[in-house]
């Protein structure tokens, strides 16, 4: 079965400094993967998505960039985090465009 | 318009009882139809798809009506455990060249009260 890994579950970190937050799937291959971000008591903002290697999608301007080195690896990164970067950090996979997404558990990420 | 909408709630209701709620669409084309749950400060889950035909699963019933563009999901004999945030899924089509994917609603919050 196909399973979803996504880490740190928590993340503190201040002003300035940078991210990398990684998410793996496993059981699969050629997977749809995504990042969103969820503020507090909002829906979900799709960042990126990407339908294979090397290859990603951005939806809004923003100070993050996302990375797939590998089939079934998807990295999000920022240089400098700002204030406005906190928030709850999904990766999702899913089998193609309109398949439904599976969900990592997430990550708290809080600017200090 | 917003391109898939629902009712924010809260939607408090006594455990047992029966309660529906719906999602609209914007783009009479879509196709794939989705209802997630998502518990406070977990990530969503998949809870079912919604067919054409409308399909049942357990206490839980999904309908699509595509000529009004919205689908429903009915809870019946509500558990205390049924107390969740309940999003909306649909595939909303880009012609401008956007994302081509899942577009999720900002979901509808349910209590049940014991």
């Known amino acids: 079965s196909q399973t979803i890994h996504q880490w740190p579950a928590t993340l503190v970190q201040p002003v300035g400094s940078p991210l990398s937050l990684e998410c793996t799937v496993e059981?699969?291959?050629?997977?749809?993967l995504y990042w969103y971000r969820q503020a507090a008591g909002r829906g979900l903002q799709l960042l990126f998505y990407?339908?294979?290697?090397?290859?990603i999608s951005s939806e809004v301007p923003q100070n993050l960039s996302a990375s797939r080195p590998q089939d079934r690896q998807f990295i999000l990164s920022s240089k400098k985090l700002l204030l406005s970067d906190s928030g709850f950090y999904l990766c999702?996979?899913?089998?193609?465009?309109?398949?439904?997404?599976?969900f990592g558990d997430g990550t708290r990420l809080s600017i200090l | 318009r917003k391109e898939v909408e629902q009712d924010p709630g809260p939607f408090n209701v006594p455990e047992g009882a029966t309660v529906a709620f719906n999602c609209t669409y914007s783009?009479?084309?879509?196709?794939?139809f989705f209802w997630y749950r998502q518990d406070c400060r977990k990530e969503p889950k998949l809870l079912m798809s919604?067919?054409?035909s409308g399909n049942e699963d357990g206490r839980f019933t999904a309908q699509l009506n595509r000529a009004s563009q919205y689908i429903s999901l009915l809870i019946r004999d509500s558990k205390l455990s049924d107390s969740a945030t309940y999003l909306c899924?649909?595939?909303?089509?880009?012609?401008?060249?956007?994302?081509?994917?899942?577009?999720f609603g900002k979901g509808t919050h349910l209590i049940i009260q014991p």
């Open positions: 899924v649909v595939n909303i089509l880009d012609a401008g060249g956007g994302a081509d994917g899942l577009t």
């Open positions: 783009n009479s084309a879509s196709q794939s």
């Open positions: 919604v067919y054409s």
């Open positions: 990407s339908v294979g290697i090397g290859q």
């Open positions: 059981g699969t291959s050629n997977p749809n």
């Open positions: 999702a996979w899913s089998q193609g465009a309109y398949q439904p997404q599976h």
